[in-house]
């Protein structure tokens, strides 16, 4: 599998680099962050690091192959840019190209309250099949620490985007 995984200025920089950490070796990853995401990331296998300013990358185009897009945090910045079809860095760019060729885009909004403005931009979002993920966490998983909440989101990320996960114990299974 492809992903690209773009890492926006929200609050939960963290949680878009432990997504990273816990993806299998089979993915092969492609991560923009935001000059807003100050987080440095080593270069793993199959990580391969870009500029958000390269808009001339090869995931700026719709003719790069891959499965699939995942903004975590999604900025309410980096949101209404993508719902208004704004493309001026490389995670924008990427972000609608994806919803161009029709494939998988994740958002995951983080801000308390949404305000009016970002729920209709969601919504927009959300109506052309953009997936709608906020960092939220369930309480029925035997969660009992940050690090099982955080594991809670990137497990449920991690279904809606097809990569096989055992990060939390599911409902009315055993783990
Ligand atoms: C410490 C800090 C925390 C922030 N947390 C959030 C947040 O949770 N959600 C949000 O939408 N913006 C947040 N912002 C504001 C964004 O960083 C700002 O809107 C920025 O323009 C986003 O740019 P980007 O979308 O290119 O990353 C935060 C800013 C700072 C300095």
């Known amino acids: 599998m492809r992903l690209i995984v773009a890492i926006t200025g929200a609050s939960g920089v963290g ?12 993915v092969e990853t492609y991560l923009i962050l935001s000059e ?14 870009l500029d958000n300013s ?13 499965d699939a897009m995942a903004i975590i945090p ?8 993508i719902a208004c079809g704004i493309a001026d860095n490389l995670t924008t760019r990427a972000a609608s190209v994806q919803i161009k060729e029709q494939r998988k885009l994740l958002l ?4 308390m309250p949404f305000s009016p403005i970002s729920l209709e931009n969601m919504l927009k979002l959300s109506r052309i099949g ?7 966490s369930g309480y ?36």
Request: glycine share 6%; net charge negative; with cysteine.
């Open 74 to 81: 999604a900025s309410m910045n980096t949101l209404a840019k």
């Open 36 to 49: 807003n995401a100050e987080t440095v990331f080593a270069k793993e296998q199959k990580l391969t690091l």
């Open 130 to 136: 953009v997936v709608i993920a906020p960092p939220v």
């Open 108 to 111: 995951a909004p983080r801000e």
């Open 15 to 26: 949680l878009g680099k432990r997504f990273v950490e816990a993806l299998p070796e089979t």
């Open 140 to 175: 029925y998983a035997d969660i009992k620490t940050l690090e099982d909440m955080e594991d809670f989101m990137i497990g449920k990320w991690f279904d809606l985007l097809g990569i096989e996960h055992n990060l939390f114990q599911r409902w009315g299974e055993e783990r």
């Open 54 to 66: 390269d808009i001339a990358a090869p995931v700026a185009s719709g003719s790069f192959r891959c």
